[in-house]
């Protein structure tokens, strides 16, 4: 009998270990380091920095930063670059690497990049607008090292849509390689009025025509009216042991501050936002998993720009901001988290299925512990020599 009482006691107490995990926030923590990339200066192009893209390169043993940038905090935005060997030590390339082109669909801006590497080559998706032309969208740009880029002549390869939730404007967006050949792009969007956003999904064959799920979109909503979340953007998607995870920006239609949530999905298309039952008022609907930290660099924004898993954790790549000054700059920060805080509790994984027949390469954007060298290994195998790595 007492024996029977000791499982029945040790069962209970398992049962309520679960339930507990799945109430619980994915615990990010914030590099002590942060922010761990600033601008140049008060007078120069890259002044505040926007959501970075992250990549590591196995052949140089690097990680390489693709990020916006703006002397003013608005319009003309610059895409720059940087390289760091362990992702918080970051050493910026002097100047832009892509450029807005004059009298050009992207005249006014060039921002938001998204790059992977195939084969060696570089291929970016970007964000553009044209103030002349009252029109945006996605462009695309190649390149052999990831600092000199090619546009492509067609470009924009993703224009504006013409539904009417997607009329007005397009966003931040995140692309995906699929295993076998072709890509997955999540893309924010707004309605003719900018009163209302949503993340749309489209596929593509070459990176360069693109379709749009005209069935399902947007396939990403935003929360109701008095959530956290009333507009939804910023998608960052990865595909992990077989589930799509997204982690993306919202906000109250009121203003900030900006907070990054998270959402799972088995197809891509039909998602789940996490939501913590004990929450409630703002968060009644769901609830983000980082937030501003008060009355710090970070205090009112969180825009998520990479997520990676690296071994057993997560790591995040942001950008941040208390206030929008002269002296308050846009930052890049990092945070971590274990990956086993999402596989276990959060989400019942077993009715989270992928679709069959599409599924997304495993290896994207990293999967493997980074290895750290020596400063003398690390300057023999960097591939940009003439860069100093920030102290």
Known sequence: ???????????????????????????????????????????????????????????????????????????????????????????????????PDAGAWDESTVYSARVIRENGQYKMWYAGWSPSEKAGGIGYATSPDGINWTKNKLNPVFPAGSSAWEAGALDWFCVLPVQGGGYKMWYTAYNAALTKSGIGYATSVDGMVWQTDTLNNPVFTSGI???????????????????????????????????????????????????????????????????PSSGQWDGNFIEPGTVMLEGDSLRLWYSGNLTPTSTNLWRVGHATAPFDSITTGLFDMEDIRVADGYILQQ?????????????QQRQSNSLYPNLNLLN
């Open 1 to 99: 009998m007492q024996s029977f009482l000791k499982i029945s006691i040790l069962v209970m107490l398992f049962l309520v270990s679960i339930f507990s995990t799945s109430s619980a926030q994915i615990p990010w923590t914030k590099d002590a380091n942060n922010p761990v990339m600033s601008g140049s200066g008060q007078e120069t192009w890259d002044k505040h920095l926007t959501p970075p893209c992250v990549l590591y390169n196995p052949d140089s043993e690097e990680y390489e930063m693709w990020f916006g940038a703006t002397l003013t905090g608005s319009h003309p935005f610059r895409v720059g670059f940087a390289i760091s060997y362990d992702g918080i030590s970051w050493s910026k390339y002097p100047h832009p690497v892509l450029e």
């Open 363 to 375: 290896n994207y954007p990293c999967n493997k512990t980074t290895p750290i060298h020596s400063t």
């Open 225 to 291: 009216t008095g959530q956290w979340d009333e507009y939804v953007f910023n998608p960052h998607v990865l595909f992990l042991d077989g589930v799509y995870h997204m982690f993306y920006e919202g906000r109250q239609s009121s203003g900030n501050p900006r907070k990054m949530g998270w959402a799972t999905s088995g197809d891509g298309i039909h998602w789940n936002k996490y939501n913590d039952p004990n929450t409630s008022g703002l968060y009644a609907e769901s609830d983000p998993v980082l937030t």
